[in-house]
């Protein structure tokens, strides 16, 4: 059975739980299902973040180096834990965005 197959299969199992108004141990015995499952799957589709596993690979940001004339206009961006950003600058404040969302 593929995970898609799995994902179905307990998508529906768990709305007929729901629709049954038993416990979820109680319907686990009654449709002999196995409890710690049952409630892995709950756990597993019901997560506020889930779509089916797919998720957005992380990625690599284009760096670019920045020419000597416009060393003098850049950014520098210091964070408290102790790391800092250079070279930021209006060529490339794209990259300043993607940074940003990775935080």
């Known amino acids: 059975m ?11 199992t768990l709305a007929d ?12 015995k009654q449709q002999s299902l196995v409890y710690h499952r049952f409630v892995y799957w709950r756990q597993k589709l019901n997560k506020p973040d889930h779509q089916d596993d797919t998720r957005t690979p992380a990625g690599f940001a284009r760096v670019a180096p920045v020419p ?17 950003v250079t070279g930021l600058h209006a060529d490339n404040i794209a990259l300043l965005a993607t940074l940003l969302r990775q935080l």
């Open 2 to 12: 593929t995970n898609t197959d799995l994902q179905q299969f307990w998508r529906q």
């Open 17 to 28: 739980w729901q629709a049954s108004g038993l416990t979820g141990a109680a319907y686990c």
């Open 68 to 84: 000597e004339h416009r060393l003098a206009e850049q950014l520098t961006l210091s964070f408290p834990n102790g790391i800092t």
